[in-house]
Protein backbone atom coordinates (compact mmCIF):
# COMPACT_ATOMS: atom_id res chain seq x y z
CA UNK A 1 0.00 0.00 0.00
CA UNK A 2 1.57 3.48 -1.38
CA UNK A 3 1.93 6.51 1.55
CA UNK A 4 -0.36 8.08 -0.25
CA UNK A 5 -3.57 5.87 0.58
CA UNK A 6 -6.13 7.06 2.84
CA UNK A 7 -5.79 5.99 6.46
CA UNK A 8 -7.09 2.41 7.05
CA UNK A 9 -8.75 0.67 9.75
CA UNK A 10 -5.03 -0.80 10.60
CA UNK A 11 -2.07 1.05 10.85
CA UNK A 12 1.07 0.27 12.39
CA UNK A 13 3.58 2.31 14.23
CA UNK A 14 2.74 4.85 17.21
CA UNK A 15 5.15 7.08 15.85
CA UNK A 16 2.56 7.71 12.78
CA UNK A 17 -0.29 8.34 15.07
CA UNK A 18 0.53 11.10 18.21
CA UNK A 19 -2.00 10.11 20.70
CA UNK A 20 -3.00 13.22 22.99
CA UNK A 21 -3.65 13.33 26.82
CA UNK A 22 -6.85 14.90 28.60
CA UNK A 23 -4.35 17.19 30.45
CA UNK A 24 -0.65 18.60 30.56
CA UNK A 25 1.86 16.19 32.46
CA UNK A 26 1.54 16.53 35.80
CA UNK A 27 5.28 17.55 37.62
CA UNK A 28 6.32 14.56 38.55
CA UNK A 29 10.24 13.44 38.43
CA UNK A 30 10.88 16.69 36.67
CA UNK A 31 7.77 16.75 35.13
CA UNK A 32 8.59 14.20 32.66
CA UNK A 33 5.15 11.98 33.39
CA UNK A 34 1.35 12.98 32.75
CA UNK A 35 -1.29 12.71 34.95
CA UNK A 36 -3.44 9.59 35.64
CA UNK A 37 -7.22 9.57 34.19
CA UNK A 38 -10.46 8.08 35.74
CA UNK A 39 -10.24 4.36 35.20
CA UNK A 40 -12.78 2.29 32.62
CA UNK A 41 -12.12 -0.93 31.97
CA UNK A 42 -12.24 -3.83 34.75
CA UNK A 43 -10.91 -7.15 33.43
CA UNK A 44 -13.99 -9.72 34.22
CA UNK A 45 -13.75 -11.98 36.67
CA UNK A 46 -14.64 -15.57 35.26
CA UNK A 47 -13.86 -18.77 36.38
CA UNK A 48 -13.69 -21.69 34.27
CA UNK A 49 -17.46 -23.53 34.97
CA UNK A 50 -18.91 -19.57 34.41
CA UNK A 51 -16.59 -18.83 31.30
CA UNK A 52 -17.93 -22.11 29.55
CA UNK A 53 -20.98 -21.32 30.78
CA UNK A 54 -21.11 -18.28 29.00
CA UNK A 55 -19.86 -19.63 26.06
CA UNK A 56 -22.55 -21.97 25.42
CA UNK A 57 -24.83 -18.71 24.94
CA UNK A 58 -22.52 -16.52 22.17
CA UNK A 59 -23.40 -16.70 18.22
CA UNK A 60 -20.04 -16.81 17.08
CA UNK A 61 -21.30 -15.28 14.03
CA UNK A 62 -22.12 -12.37 16.08
CA UNK A 63 -17.85 -12.17 17.82
CA UNK A 64 -16.77 -9.40 16.23
CA UNK A 65 -19.45 -7.03 18.14
CA UNK A 66 -18.69 -9.69 21.42
CA UNK A 67 -18.46 -7.24 24.39
CA UNK A 68 -15.28 -7.88 26.84
CA UNK A 69 -16.83 -10.65 29.22
CA UNK A 70 -17.65 -12.68 25.58
CA UNK A 71 -14.81 -12.21 24.33
CA UNK A 72 -12.68 -13.76 27.53
CA UNK A 73 -15.10 -16.50 27.34
CA UNK A 74 -14.99 -16.93 23.86
CA UNK A 75 -11.05 -17.40 24.06
CA UNK A 76 -10.97 -19.34 27.00
CA UNK A 77 -9.26 -16.65 29.33
CA UNK A 78 -9.62 -18.01 32.81
CA UNK A 79 -8.82 -21.87 31.03
CA UNK A 80 -5.78 -20.33 29.19
CA UNK A 81 -4.58 -18.61 32.64
CA UNK A 82 -4.59 -21.57 34.80
CA UNK A 83 -1.95 -23.46 32.31
CA UNK A 84 1.73 -23.38 32.91
CA UNK A 85 3.01 -21.16 30.38
CA UNK A 86 6.26 -20.34 29.26
CA UNK A 87 7.54 -16.37 29.47
CA UNK A 88 7.69 -14.44 26.35
CA UNK A 89 10.62 -14.92 23.82
CA UNK A 90 11.23 -12.47 20.92
CA UNK A 91 10.89 -15.13 18.97
CA UNK A 92 6.91 -15.41 20.54
CA UNK A 93 6.70 -11.63 19.31
CA UNK A 94 7.98 -11.99 15.77
CA UNK A 95 4.99 -14.52 15.57
CA UNK A 96 2.52 -12.59 17.07
CA UNK A 97 3.83 -9.57 14.68
CA UNK A 98 3.35 -12.01 11.52
CA UNK A 99 0.09 -12.80 12.44
CA UNK A 100 -0.89 -9.77 12.54
CA UNK A 101 0.72 -8.89 9.08
CA UNK A 102 -1.20 -11.65 7.69
CA UNK A 103 -4.50 -10.76 9.67
CA UNK A 104 -4.14 -6.81 7.98
CA UNK A 105 -3.76 -8.67 4.21
CA UNK A 106 -6.69 -10.11 4.65
CA UNK A 107 -8.64 -7.54 6.06
CA UNK A 108 -11.61 -5.72 4.01
CA UNK A 109 -9.97 -2.22 5.19
CA UNK A 110 -6.48 -3.54 5.46
CA UNK A 111 -4.07 -1.43 6.05
CA UNK A 112 0.03 -1.32 5.86
CA UNK A 113 2.49 -2.94 8.00
CA UNK A 114 5.47 -1.72 9.00
CA UNK A 115 8.27 -2.79 11.58
CA UNK A 116 10.88 -1.60 13.09
CA UNK A 117 13.95 -4.01 12.68
CA UNK A 118 16.67 -2.08 14.60
CA UNK A 119 16.84 -4.30 18.41
CA UNK A 120 16.49 -2.05 20.83
CA UNK A 121 18.02 -3.10 24.49
CA UNK A 122 16.18 -1.72 27.60
CA UNK A 123 16.97 -2.73 31.31
CA UNK A 124 14.32 -5.05 31.26
CA UNK A 125 13.28 -8.99 30.33
CA UNK A 126 10.34 -11.02 30.33
CA UNK A 127 9.82 -13.74 32.95
CA UNK A 128 6.76 -15.91 34.92
CA UNK A 129 5.36 -14.50 38.24
CA UNK A 130 3.96 -17.12 41.00
CA UNK A 131 0.69 -14.91 41.09
CA UNK A 132 -0.25 -13.79 38.24
CA UNK A 133 1.26 -15.12 35.25
CA UNK A 134 3.69 -13.21 32.30
CA UNK A 135 5.28 -10.07 33.21
CA UNK A 136 8.54 -7.90 33.10
CA UNK A 137 11.47 -7.24 35.52
CA UNK A 138 14.01 -5.33 35.65
CA UNK A 139 17.29 -6.42 34.28
CA UNK A 140 19.66 -3.95 36.78
CA UNK A 141 19.14 -1.42 39.25
CA UNK A 142 17.08 1.80 37.54
CA UNK A 143 17.04 4.90 38.92
CA UNK A 144 14.24 7.27 39.66
CA UNK A 145 13.53 9.43 36.56
CA UNK A 146 15.31 6.77 34.29
CA UNK A 147 13.81 5.90 30.54
CA UNK A 148 12.69 2.16 31.12
CA UNK A 149 11.10 1.76 27.77
CA UNK A 150 9.88 3.40 25.11
CA UNK A 151 7.29 2.44 22.15
CA UNK A 152 8.91 0.85 18.84
CA UNK A 153 7.21 0.32 15.58
CA UNK A 154 6.07 -2.70 17.24
CA UNK A 155 3.51 -0.71 18.57
CA UNK A 156 0.01 -1.20 16.37
CA UNK A 157 -2.95 0.57 16.27
CA UNK A 158 -6.45 -0.54 15.45
CA UNK A 159 -9.01 2.50 14.34
CA UNK A 160 -11.76 0.10 13.84
CA UNK A 161 -12.66 -2.28 17.02
CA UNK A 162 -14.03 -5.16 14.76
CA UNK A 163 -10.26 -5.27 12.98
CA UNK A 164 -9.19 -5.05 16.61
CA UNK A 165 -11.73 -7.89 17.78
CA UNK A 166 -10.61 -9.86 14.15
CA UNK A 167 -6.67 -9.79 15.07
CA UNK A 168 -7.03 -11.79 18.84
CA UNK A 169 -9.47 -14.10 17.18
CA UNK A 170 -6.41 -14.56 14.03
CA UNK A 171 -3.75 -15.64 16.98
CA UNK A 172 -6.34 -18.05 18.59
CA UNK A 173 -7.03 -19.62 14.90
CA UNK A 174 -3.73 -19.40 13.90
CA UNK A 175 -2.58 -23.47 13.51
CA UNK A 176 0.98 -22.24 13.32
CA UNK A 177 1.70 -20.31 16.83
CA UNK A 178 1.07 -22.66 20.14
CA UNK A 179 0.14 -20.28 22.50
CA UNK A 180 -3.49 -19.45 22.10
CA UNK A 181 -3.56 -17.79 25.35
CA UNK A 182 -1.41 -14.85 24.12
CA UNK A 183 -4.69 -13.37 22.87
CA UNK A 184 -6.06 -13.34 26.36
CA UNK A 185 -2.66 -11.21 27.74
CA UNK A 186 -2.93 -9.39 24.69
CA UNK A 187 -7.09 -8.03 25.41
CA UNK A 188 -5.45 -6.89 29.18
CA UNK A 189 -2.69 -5.16 27.79
CA UNK A 190 -4.48 -2.69 25.35
CA UNK A 191 -5.73 0.23 25.85
CA UNK A 192 -7.61 3.22 23.55
CA UNK A 193 -7.18 6.99 23.03
CA UNK A 194 -7.94 9.50 20.84
CA UNK A 195 -5.41 11.12 18.03
CA UNK A 196 -3.96 14.19 17.93
CA UNK A 197 -6.16 16.91 16.57
CA UNK A 198 -9.36 14.49 15.65
CA UNK A 199 -12.20 13.26 17.64
CA UNK A 200 -11.17 9.69 15.98
CA UNK A 201 -10.03 6.97 19.15
CA UNK A 202 -8.04 4.27 18.36
CA UNK A 203 -7.17 1.11 20.14
CA UNK A 204 -3.32 0.56 20.60
CA UNK A 205 -1.55 -2.66 21.39
CA UNK A 206 2.50 -3.22 22.14
CA UNK A 207 3.51 -6.05 19.99
CA UNK A 208 7.22 -6.68 22.11
CA UNK A 209 7.56 -6.74 25.73
CA UNK A 210 6.32 -3.01 26.37
CA UNK A 211 3.25 -4.75 26.25
CA UNK A 212 3.93 -6.75 29.75
CA UNK A 213 4.23 -3.98 32.03
CA UNK A 214 0.16 -3.08 31.61
CA UNK A 215 -1.60 -3.77 34.44
CA UNK A 216 -4.40 -2.77 36.65
CA UNK A 217 -2.08 -2.92 39.46
CA UNK A 218 -2.38 0.14 41.37
CA UNK A 219 1.09 -0.40 43.10
CA UNK A 220 2.93 0.92 39.88
CA UNK A 221 6.71 1.88 39.55
CA UNK A 222 6.89 3.60 36.00
CA UNK A 223 4.55 5.58 34.28
CA UNK A 224 4.21 7.10 30.57
CA UNK A 225 5.16 10.62 29.43
CA UNK A 226 2.61 13.19 27.77
CA UNK A 227 2.01 11.02 24.09
CA UNK A 228 2.72 7.69 26.13
CA UNK A 229 5.60 6.38 24.11
CA UNK A 230 7.94 6.21 26.49
CA UNK A 231 7.98 4.93 30.20
CA UNK A 232 9.68 5.85 33.25
CA UNK A 233 11.17 5.12 36.78
CA UNK A 234 8.58 6.97 38.94
CA UNK A 235 11.15 5.55 42.03
CA UNK A 236 14.05 3.64 42.67
CA UNK A 237 13.76 0.16 40.84
CA UNK A 238 15.97 -2.90 42.02
CA UNK A 239 17.76 -5.50 40.10
CA UNK A 240 14.27 -8.53 39.84
CA UNK A 241 11.75 -6.06 40.73
CA UNK A 242 8.64 -6.33 38.52
CA UNK A 243 7.96 -3.81 36.07
CA UNK A 244 3.96 -2.47 36.30
CA UNK A 245 2.44 0.81 34.38
CA UNK A 246 -1.04 1.38 35.89
CA UNK A 247 -3.32 0.94 32.52
CA UNK A 248 -5.63 3.65 33.88
CA UNK A 249 -2.82 6.30 33.26
CA UNK A 250 -2.87 5.24 29.08
CA UNK A 251 -6.71 6.18 28.49
CA UNK A 252 -9.46 8.21 29.66
CA UNK A 253 -13.00 8.05 30.78
CA UNK A 254 -15.05 6.31 27.61
CA UNK A 255 -12.29 5.59 25.19
CA UNK A 256 -12.89 2.20 24.70
CA UNK A 257 -16.26 3.04 23.74
CA UNK A 258 -15.75 6.03 21.13
CA UNK A 259 -13.95 3.31 19.17
CA UNK A 260 -15.71 2.97 15.84
CA UNK A 261 -17.44 0.30 15.42
CA UNK A 262 -17.14 -0.57 19.97
CA UNK A 263 -20.44 -1.78 19.95
CA UNK A 264 -20.63 -3.12 23.57
CA UNK A 265 -17.00 -3.48 23.77
CA UNK A 266 -17.23 -2.76 27.89
CA UNK A 267 -19.87 -4.47 29.76
Known amino acids: MSEEDPTPNIVATVNEIPVETRSKPAPVAEGIFKDEPEPVKEEPKNSVDTEEELKKTLDVNQRLDFSIDEMYAYLSCAAERRKSRPPYTEEMW ?17 GSSVYNDEHVHFPIESYRTDSHGRSIRATRDIAQGELVFKDTR ?14 LYAI ?13 DLLKYSWAQKRVGTEEYVVMLNLDDGALMIDDDEDMNVKCDAVCD ?3 ATEDIKKGEEI ?3 ENNLIES ?14
Open 230 to 232: AYY
Open 254 to 267: GSWNKVPNAVKLLP
Open 244 to 246: VCN
Open 154 to 167: NTVVFTDAHSYRGY
Open 172 to 184: KEDTTFNDPGAAC
Open 94 to 110: ESLRKIYTEFAEKDEKK
